[in-house]
C-alpha cells in the first residue's frame, strides 16, 4: 500500500465521520505527543497539509476540544468519541491524522512510535527570553 500521494480513507470507530486524506509523508512521520492531553489519548498522528484533508460525510457529526492557547483544535465523533483528526499547533497548515483511523492501517505494525515534546512546546515560552 501507498500510504502517501494517494487519497486515504479516515473514519470514526461507528462510520458517522469519514475524511479523506493525503498524506505529507505517509506513515513514517507517525508520532505521539507526551502535552497533557495527548499523553492521556495515546493516538499516533500522521501528517496532512490542511488542503489534503477532505471531510467526506459527518461534518455534523464532529466536535472539538481546545484548551490553552487554543490554536490546536482536536476533532471528535460525538457518537462514537473517536479522536479523527486535529489541527496543529506547531504548523497551522498541518493536520494530524489520527493513524489508527485510516483504513488498511495496523497501528502494531507500525512498531516503536517515537514522542514528540509537547510538555515544553514552543508557543508556552515567554517571549520576554
Not at 470514526?12 to 512521520?29: F, I
Not at 494530524?96 to 495496523?106: L, R
Not at 502494531?108 to 515567554?126: F, M, T, Y
Request: with cysteine; hydrophobic share 35%.
Amino acid at each position: 500500500m501507498n500510504w502517501s500521494g494517494t487519497p486515504l480513507r479516515v473514519t470514526c470507530h461507528c462510520g458517522a465521520v469519514e475524511l479523506s486524506v493525503v498524506l505529507e509523508h505517509g506513515l513514517a512521520d507517525a508520532a505521539r505527543c507526551d502535552c497533557s492531553f495527548c499523553s492521556r489519548r495515546q493516538a499516533a498522528a500522521v501528517t496532512a497539509l490542511r488542503g489534503n484533508v477532505e471531510i467526506v460525510k459527518g461534518a455534523d457529526r464532529l466536535t472539538t476540544y481546545s484548551f490553552g492557547t487554543h490554536t490546536a483544535r482536536h476533532h471528535f465523533c460525538s457518537v462514537c468519541g473517536i479522536y479523527t483528526h486535529h489541527n496543529r499547533r506547531s504548523d497551522t497548515d498541518e493536520v494530524g491524522i489520527n493513524a489508527a483511523c485510516i483504513e488498511g492501517v495496523d497501528i502494531r505494525a507500525l512498531g516503536e512510535i517515537p514522542w514528540n515534546d509537547g510538555v515544553n512546546h514552543p508557543s508556552d515560552r515567554s517571549q520576554d527570553g
